[in-house]
């Protein structure tokens, strides 16, 4: 009880903005990602091309964007980690996709066999963090002023039901459209892994 409980505060801080929750929050969850990413990037070319620390960087810019503004609803670590996992499976696999869709030879591509990721810190620099506020504009002030109105009412803690009995639609459907508006702008943005 008191873990979930401790869960829910940290959550709610890096809701707010607390860029040490975020820290500790990356902290705790990013070896998952990268040990889901070693799992998932079975294709040795790309590998030789990206490390877990890229897609890790990448997993978790979407997620502190997609979370700072509303769009997860998350109960437990259980929920987090099934949602990271998800997020960079779907990272793997988008960015496998678009390596043989460009039909790039990456057996041209040399590694020098160096682990960047044994020697990358995972500590939030000030230039992370400056970076991560900026994104999180960069998306906020991309949206239309009723997807805005979503993920700012969604970040301060209202429910999907709620909204939707304010707006009168239903929260499926409110769901879906600030989804697809995070999706329309962080692909406008660069939020995707790099191309």
């Not at 009880?1 to 903005?17: I, P, T």
């Not at 979503?150 to 970040?155: K, S």
Request: charge should be negative; aromatic fraction near 6%.
């Amino acid at each position: 009880m008191a873990e979930e409980s401790s869960f829910e505060q940290l959550l709610l801080q890096v809701r707010s903005g607390d860029q040490q929750a975020a820290a500790e929050l990356l902290r705790v969850y990013e070896p998952y990602i990268r040990r889901m990413v070693r799992m998932r990037l079975t294709d040795s070319s790309l590998r030789r091309q990206f490390d877990s620390t890229d897609f890790c960087q990448s997993v978790m810019g979407d997620f502190f964007v997609r979370f700072a503004l509303g769009q997860f609803d998350l109960q437990s670590p259980g929920q987090l980690i099934s949602l990271l996992a998800k997020m960079t499976q779907n990272k793997v696999i988008d960015h496998a996709r678009r390596q043989q869709a460009a039909r790039r030879d990456v057996r041209r591509l040399q590694s020098d066999g160096v682990d960047e990721g044994a020697i990358a810190g995972t500590d939030p620099t000030p230039s992370r963090v400056a970076s991560a506020k900026e994104l999180l504009e960069m998306v906020r002030a991309r949206l239309t002023e009723s997807d805005r109105y979503l993920a700012d009412e969604r970040a301060s803690g209202r429910g999907w039901q709620e909204l939707a009995d304010e707006l009168g639609e239903k929260a499926d459907a409110l769901r879906m459209r600030l989804s697809r508006a995070l999706d329309r702008v962080g692909a406008e943005v660069g939020l995707s892994i790099m191309d």
